[in-house]
């Protein structure tokens, strides 16, 4: 009834807000960390900068983990609204919380199940929204670690995880950006969307087994 979808609403901008406001807290704790001040968005230099680097990165990394816990109470409620885009989103912003918090074989199982729920409804799916969650996942999958997001810089040391089969090629056009080599517009072929669905479900296979043995660690 709309007296429940209005509730759910609430209830998603309110977990969706205290985990942006994390977000934005632990990336200013990561960029303290590396004396760039000048990028603080949230914090106060003069609150921090008596902390050592060690101290501002775990901070960087708690604050990660709550925003991620956030995140995920706000993706139950799209999850249960089928709200494709933002389900994507939610599940990319997790990845990279997870990311930035040293938790990279969640964060690339996060990253992958964006792109799995793309790939199951890529007529719904633009080109651009595609390359946003593959950007991600490049990051996550142990691409470049200095990347900055559009929240600041997330550098951090990556620890050695499975390599991933997974692999969406793009290619540069005449105008300088990235075009998936078949766009989502266009359509994603039958056989082009099994052989990435392949990869992905191998991926997940092998960050299942890195999560099992992580936990009889």
């Given at each position: 009834?709309?007296?429940?979808?209005?509730?759910?609403?609430?209830?998603?901008?309110?977990?969706?807000?205290?985990?942006?406001?994390?977000?934005?807290?632990?990336?200013?704790?990561?960029?303290?960390?590396?004396?760039q001040?000048?990028?603080?968005?949230?914090?106060?230099?003069?609150?921090?900068?008596?902390?050592?680097?060690?101290?501002?990165?775990?901070?960087?990394?708690?604050?990660?983990?709550?925003?991620?816990?956030?995140?995920?109470?706000?993706?139950?409620?799209?999850?249960?609204?089928?709200?494709?885009?933002?389900?994507?989103q939610?599940?990319?912003?997790?990845?990279?919380?997870?990311?930035?918090?040293?938790?990279?074989?969640?964060?690339?199982?996060?990253?992958?199940?964006?792109?799995?729920?793309?790939l199951?409804?890529?007529?719904?799916?633009?080109?651009?929204?595609?390359?946003?969650?593959?950007?991600?996942?490049?990051?996550?999958?142990?691409?470049?670690?200095?990347?900055?997001?559009?929240?600041?810089?997330?550098?951090?040391?990556?620890?050695?995880?499975?390599?991933?089969?997974?692999?969406?090629?793009?290619?540069d056009?005449?105008?300088?950006?990235?075009?998936?080599?078949?766009?989502?517009?266009?359509?994603?072929s039958?056989?082009?969307?099994?052989?990435?669905?392949?990869?992905?479900?191998?991926?997940?296979?092998?960050?299942?087994t890195?999560?099992?043995?992580?936990?009889?660690?």
């Open positions: 009834d709309l007296e429940g979808i209005s509730q759910n609403e609430g209830y998603l901008t309110f977990h969706e807000k205290n985990a942006n406001d994390l977000w934005k807290i632990a990336i200013d704790y990561r960029n303290a960390s590396k004396g001040w000048d990028k603080l968005k949230v914090l106060n230099k003069d609150d921090v900068e008596e902390l050592s680097p060690d101290k501002l990165k775990i901070s960087c990394m708690d604050n990660g983990m709550l925003a991620y816990q956030e995140y995920r109470a706000a993706c139950k409620f799209v999850d249960k609204s089928k709200q494709l885009k933002k389900q994507v939610l599940r990319g912003n997790m990845a990279l919380c997870l990311y930035i918090s040293n938790k990279f074989v969640e964060a690339q199982l996060y990253a992958l199940s964006a792109i799995q729920l793309q199951k409804n890529s007529q719904n799916i633009t080109q651009q929204e595609f390359i946003e969650t593959k950007k991600i996942f490049d990051k996550v999958k142990g691409g470049d670690p200095t990347t900055d997001t559009t929240e600041g810089n997330t550098s951090v040391n990556i620890k050695e995880t499975n390599v991933l089969d997974t692999e969406i090629k793009l290619k056009k005449t105008d300088n950006a990235m075009a998936l080599v078949r766009t989502v517009d266009q359509g994603i039958f056989f082009e969307r099994k052989a990435i669905q392949a990869a992905i479900n191998n991926d997940m296979a092998k960050i299942s890195e999560l099992m043995l992580k936990a009889d660690q």
